[in-house]
């Protein structure tokens, strides 16, 4: 006959789903792998189709019996993938900080997965978590840590800098992932909202987006080429005002209103 405790204990133990995305070769299956074998392996190994794995962890009282589901990244093996989608409550988003694309496509992965999942709202109760891996590699490093984050906040998902190869920032980041999983497990499903705490708007990450990728000064501060000193300044004011370093707390902002200062005091010096 089960006693009490016993009952007790299974009430407080939880079965959660989740899945890796990202292209192929970024290190998910290594992410994984390092934290639940502690162990790295350098040759790539791609995975076919998926992986599937489980590991129970504890989370504050309770027990997680964790589902990981451990998908390919090659657009090929997109047939077998989007059957694996539904139900998951995590996410684990994995880019290669060498590899831009890979940085790129993350839009395209959650469109992938909103396209299986058939409605946005679905995506609102799921823990999203965004790996930046292969941070051991500094010299190929090409996306840098306030791009990335930026990314991922402004869209209420955690954000880490990860190696699977050196163990950096992989307990860290499932410790996050699992108890935010819990909390929204016993929030009746709702994510803990990251978005709450953010500090800035999506105007400023848009706009700090935006001048991440102008092609020249003008299009820098959004006024036409061959605009007036005042058309500059308050191109200039506007930006300086969302984007003041002691206002705006988004990742990247500084450099970013150093960028503009620049911009504005190249185009007022043809202009004289
Ligand atoms: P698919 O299964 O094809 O989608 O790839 P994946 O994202 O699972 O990549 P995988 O984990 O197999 O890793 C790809 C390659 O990158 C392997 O050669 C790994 O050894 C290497 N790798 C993964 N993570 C790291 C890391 O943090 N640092 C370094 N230096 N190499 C890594
Ligand atoms: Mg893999």
Same mark, same amino acid.
């Given at each position: 006959m089960e006693t009490?405790?016993?009952k007790r204990r299974e009430t407080r133990s939880l079965r959660v789903k989740v899945i890796s995305l990202g292209n192929a070769e970024v290190g998910k299956s290594c992410i994984i792998k390092r934290y639940c074998e502690k162990r790295f392996v350098p040759k790539y190994l791609a995975t076919i189709g998926i992986d599937y794995g489980v590991t129970?962890? =504890? %989370?504050?009282?309770?027990e997680m019996k964790v589902n990981i589901f451990d998908m390919a990244g090659h657009p090929f093996f997109y047939e077998v993938r989007n059957e694996f989608y539904k139900d998951s409550q995590g996410v684990i988003l994995v880019y290669d900080v060498g590899q831009k694309e890979s940085f790129d496509s993350l839009d395209g992965w959650l469109d992938e997965m909103k396209q299986e999942l058939g409605s946005i709202s679905n995506m609102e109760s799921i823990v999203f978590v965004v790996c930046a891996n292969k941070v051991?590699?500094?010299k190929r490093r090409v996306v840098d840590e306030s791009e990335g984050r930026l990314w991922a906040e402004s869209r209420g998902f955690f954000y880490f800098?990860?190696?699977?190869q050196s163990g950096e920032?992989?307990?860290?980041?499932? =410790? %996050?992932?699992?108890?935010?999983?819990?909390d929204m497990c016993e929030n009746g499903g709702k994510r803990p909202i990251a978005e709450?705490?953010?500090?800035f708007t999506k105007e400023q990450a848009d706009t700090i987006r935006r001048i991440r990728s102008s092609k020249d000064s003008?299009?820098?501060?959004?006024?036409?080429?061959?605009?007036?000193?005042?058309?500059?300044?308050?191109a200039y004011r506007k930006l300086a005002v969302l984007l003041h370093p002691d206002k705006c707390v988004a990742p990247g902002s500084e450099d970013a209103f150093k960028a503009v200062v620049n911009a504005r005091t190249a185009l007022l010096k043809n202009i004289k």
């Open positions: 009490n405790v016993q129970k962890v =504890q %989370v504050r009282d309770r051991d590699l500094t800098e990860t190696s699977a920032g992989i307990n860290e980041m499932f =410790q %996050v992932f699992f108890s935010s999983i819990a709450v705490n953010l500090g003008w299009d820098m501060l959004g006024v036409k080429p061959g605009a007036t000193k005042e058309e500059i300044n308050k």
